[in-house]
């Protein structure tokens, strides 16, 4: 059976140019970059390397840089030395986060005893500025903002500028996670006015396991990991090496080819919906699917019936990978937090799927996935 994946917003194929990039790391060149004779030197150079390379393509300085196991490390680390390092007595999130930062801004708001706001939201899901500035303005609390820049099952996609405003204007910190852009989008961080940012390598075809911990110059933090000097003294552990490598080459290669790629997945993305919308005229899209919206993602619910209650089970088994929302929930039964929070009481009554796209994918693809789902429904 030939399978088709439908699933890039949960991981993306590692691309054959970042392999070739990394295999000298995985063979000869395995020295530990902490040693000081010259197989140790010569991983340690690969490491700054791609540091300078990540960092002149986010606009930032090399200094900026942290080297993570990916977005979930990268969010909690922002997320607790806001609030342990930088005096941030009062958290504002939303409720559509990724679980990644939500379970962690109530764990720290629970142990350290402060308030938690979620931000109100706008009936196409993008988040309610108005009531932000709102939330800062009322509270005297010095609040950490840790909003991300685009959903990662609906695709809205945030005005990171003006959030970075309200933030600068209210003395407020701003983290943001941003793995579902960086990589996708042209992202000048200094120009955002974010003080955290967060990444992961296998969101654009690089290797898992690896990302990124941007932390504004000015914002002075304890280590994330204690007991090495690695990552200049902020994470200690020997580092990922072909990994970090593999991340720096990933996402030149998303940045220079960016324009192409994009606009040939938004053309997929596109002709899915018209197809979709075709044949089953009584879905609908969630969220802002042709305005602010990443375009790797298409997330649709067909209403719910004995037919496509098992429509993910069932297009699993016919060699079709899609979710029904995150990584975390795909293959799940259950609505996601973010469905539920869009919809409220009518989400029971909904089938969500999230089809997510890469430049590997075809219309070739999107035709069999209709095809079946004609089948099926």
């Excluded at 200094?190 to 914002?219: E, I, Q, R, T």
């Amino acid at each position: 059976m030939t399978r088709i994946y439908f699933d890039n917003a949960a991981t993306t194929a590692l691309d054959a140019e970042v392999l070739e990039a990394m295999m000298p790391y995985l063979t000869e060149k395995f020295g530990n970059p902490s040693s000081v004779y010259s197989y140790g030197r010569e991983t340690k150079m690969a490491i700054e390397n791609a540091r300078k390379q990540v960092a002149k393509i986010l606009g930032v300085t090399p200094g900026e840089i942290f080297f993570t196991s990916g977005g979930t490390e990268s969010s909690n680390t922002a997320i607790h030395a806001a609030v342990r390092d930088l005096g941030c007595h009062h958290i504002i999130t939303s409720c559509l986060e990724h679980h990644a930062t939500m379970h962690c801004s109530e764990e720290v708001a629970r142990e350290r005893n402060i308030p938690l706001s979620l931000v109100n939201l706008k009936e196409n899901g993008h988040i309610d500025l108005e009531h932000l500035e709102k939330l800062l303005s009322t509270h005297t609390e010095k609040s950490l903002v840790t909003l991300m820049h685009a959903n990662n099952e609906i695709g809205n996609l945030l005005n990171v500028a003006a959030v970075g405003e309200l933030c600068e204007k209210y003395g407020a910190v701003f983290h943001c996670d941003m793995v579902q852009t960086i990589g996708h989008y042209p992202v000048n961080l200094p120009a955002l006015k974010v003080h955290f940012a967060s990444a992961a390598g296998h969101k654009f075809h690089g290797p898992k396991g690896v990302g990124v911990l941007y932390v504004n110059a000015s914002m002075q933090i304890k280590p994330m990991i204690n007991g090495g000097a690695q990552e200049r003294n902020m994470r200690a552990g020997t580092e990922n090496m072909y990994g970090i490598v593999g991340f720096a080459k990933a996402l030149d290669l998303a940045m220079s080819k960016h324009e192409q790629d994009s606009a040939y997945i938004m053309g997929l993305k596109t002709y899915m919906h018209q197809q979709l919308k075709a044949s089953f005229p009584q879905i609908i899209t969630n969220g802002d699917t042709f305005g602010e919206c990443l375009y790797t993602v298409l997330n649709v619910s067909f209403p719910k019936t004995e037919k496509s209650e098992l429509l993910l089970f069932n297009l699993d088994m016919a060699g079709i990978c899609v979710s029904g929302g995150s990584a975390c929930s795909s293959g799940s039964t259950s609505v996601s937090h973010v469905i539920k929070a869009l919809y409220n009481g009518q989400s029971a009554q909904m089938i969500p799927i999230r089809f997510s796209f890469s430049k590997h994918n075809t219309k070739e693809e999107v035709d069999r996935v209709i095809e079946k789902l004609k089948e099926l429904i």
